[in-house]
């Protein structure tokens, strides 16, 4: 399979557009149904050669395909940009846009954190305590619940208002607050932010909150609060400094003043593969140094593995854990926690859209193998189970039914398509193509999905002939195909909306039979090395 990246010169485009004219000139036809067809395809051509030829629509197009030509804005961006300056501005442009749309809706964000007290299941119960409590069962309960949400309403381009509220609970105690922040972007180095709570537990707050950029590469930002109580006010400031030490890492440094205060410096690497965080902070009462790596799969389902180590005076605590992407929108997580003295704990996260639910289960106080064991083994075996029997079924019926909703929503457009490549190899036929018996001769051509695998043998193989349409192609005994979609190409249509589609040719060169097999968006130039077949093949 040819994968190299063939650009067309302005000459080729000339040449490649005075042949395609030629063609499908309507003038040429006599016959008014064919010279409607040709007069379609002519405009469609002319279409095509208007944003090729020009270097600016064409850097366009190169990045982001027509969706990118009907973003608004590009008439007043200068010309003779580099392809690198066209996406800074097709991204800028974007961002315009989602700020339009975020002045006229809310973002709610939102997590439920339930904890749940399974050490009943690992602990030894004596004998008259197991006939007490349901016959010997073991006792699982909900020991605390934490729940909270948010709101953002932008008022302006420059401010935002902010809501937020949350309830909390543990072994029957609790409480809530409510919180409500205005922030003012002051410039394009920094803001500034004004909070206002109250609560039950706390009593009211009112804290401020500053940003600024010092440099290209180091920012600040200063917290300070005031927290209202019986017991009189309790101020507290808390201020960070970061830098960007090169492009994947940053580097913190944090001091806290109040009623637990601390110094605590980190160096964070974020790269397309790992994330690594290393940290130290001296403080009231918790001092403590921790590590933590985490490995980014390059896979379709965003899988990543993680592990920390977290040491100090409170003892020391080992977490590993994994996550995965199980649907468009949601994201699930398992963290097993093995510390002294706080034993071992399963944490489960499911981030849905802009909601979290978190599920920390506490299995023992104690480090026993066997609590260990059941935490790593258990929700993997769980998942799988839950992969095989709900989550790839609905994911699969959300596909075919996202699919069916395409095709039904394409179809005119694929059967307007399907008359042009039809009336496209008609007119084609009706010219004598001269080849040589020596030149570049396309034997056939299909295009569409091809079913090869034995495991598919009830599927159907979908595919189009495009002999003709790609011989006229031809120029010079050379057929060149650029990096986008080959449904595109004069005589051509989609035959399978939504499913993987590929061009398969069978070709004659320097009277040497060939065969190639390219993928639908991938670039084609032959003649190619490729390997040799049979003639009566």
């Known amino acids: 399979m040819n994968t190299e990246l063939y650009i067309a010169t302005q000459e080729e485009l000339k040449a490649a557009y005075r042949r395609l004219c030629m063609l499908y000139h309507p003038d040429k036809h006599r016959d008014p149904e064919l010279k409607r067809q040709a007069d379609r395809i002519f405009n469609s051509v002319h279409e095509a050669y208007e944003v090729l030829s020009d270097p600016q629509t064409r850097a366009i197009y190169d990045i982001y395909g027509k969706r990118g030509l009907d973003v608004e804005g590009w008439e007043v961006v200068e010309r003779r940009r580099s392809p690198a300056e066209i996406r800074e501005e097709y991204e800028r442009l974007q961002r315009e846009r989602e700020e339009r749309r975020l002045q006229q809706r809310t973002n709610p964000k939102g997590m439920i954190s339930v904890g749940i007290d399974a050490t009943d299941l690992f602990d030894r119960y004596e004998e008259d305590f197991e006939d007490m409590v349901g016959g010997g069962l073991p006792y699982v309960e909900i020991n605390k619940m934490h729940i909270s949400q948010s709101i953002e309403a932008p008022l302006t381009t420059r401010d935002t208002a902010t809501l937020s509220g949350s309830l909390s609970t543990h072994n029957g105690n609790g409480g809530g607050t409510i919180n409500l922040a205005l922030r003012r972007v002051t410039s394009t180095r920094g803001w500034g932010e004004v909070e206002l709570g109250a609560g039950d537990a706390h009593g009211p707050l009112f804290g401020l909150k500053l940003f600024r950029n010092l440099t290209p590469r180091c920012f600040v930002t200063a917290q300070c609060g005031l927290q209202f109580s019986s017991q009189g006010v309790r101020p507290g400031v808390t201020t960070v400094l970061a830098r960007h030490l090169d492009k994947n890492t940053m580097g913190y440094l944090q001091w806290r003043w109040g009623i637990q205060s601390s110094m605590n410096t980190s160096i964070v690497r974020d790269t397309k593969s790992s994330h690594f965080?290393?940290?130290?902070?001296?403080?009231?009462?918790?001092?403590?140094?921790?590590?933590?790596?985490?490995?980014?799969?390059?896979?379709?389902?965003?899988?990543?593995?993680?592990?920390?180590?977290?040491?100090?005076?409170?003892?020391?605590?080992?977490?590993?854990?994994?996550?995965?992407?199980?649907?468009?929108?949601?994201?699930?997580?398992?963290?097993?926690?093995?510390?002294?003295?706080?034993?071992?704990?399963?944490?489960?996260?499911?981030?849905?859209?802009?909601?979290?639910?978190?599920?920390?289960?506490?299995?023992?106080?104690?480090?026993?193998?066997?609590?260990?064991?059941y935490a790593t083994v258990g929700p993997l075996v769980f998942y799988l189970a839950m992969q095989q029997l709900i989550i790839r079924p609905y994911v699969r019926a959300q596909k075919e039914q996202e699919l069916e909703k395409q095709r039904e929503s394409s179809a005119s457009n694929i059967a307007r398509k399907k008359q042009e490549a039809e009336a496209a190899t008609r007119l084609n036929c009706l010219k004598v193509i001269s080849v040589s018996s020596l030149g570049l001769i396309i034997l056939n051509a299909w295009y569409g999905k091809f079913v090869t695998d034995n495991s598919r043998k009830n599927e159907r193989a979908k595919v189009i002939d495009v002999t003709v349409p790609l011989q006229c192609l031809v120029k010079d005994s050379k057929l060149i195909l650029t990096e986008a979609s080959k449904s595109g190409l004069p005589g051509f249509y989609d035959p399978c909306v939504g499913e993987e589609k590929s061009l398969k040719v069978l070709y004659q060169f320097r009277g040497v039979m060939h065969q190639v097999l390219s993928g639908d968006t991938e670039p084609l130039r032959i003649p190619k090395q490729s390997h040799r077949i049979d003639a009566d093949t």
């Open 277 to 373: 965080t290393l940290a130290f902070q001296l403080g009231i009462p918790h001092t403590f140094m921790m590590m933590s790596y985490q490995y980014k799969f390059q896979d379709e389902d965003q899988t990543k593995i993680k592990g920390s180590v977290k040491s100090g005076f409170f003892g020391t605590v080992v977490e590993y854990g994994a996550e995965r992407k199980i649907s468009r929108h949601s994201v699930l997580g398992a963290t097993v926690s093995v510390g002294v003295p706080q034993g071992v704990t399963l944490k489960i996260k499911l981030n849905r859209a802009s909601q979290t639910y978190f599920f920390p289960i506490h299995l023992t106080d104690q480090l026993l193998p066997s609590a260990v064991f």
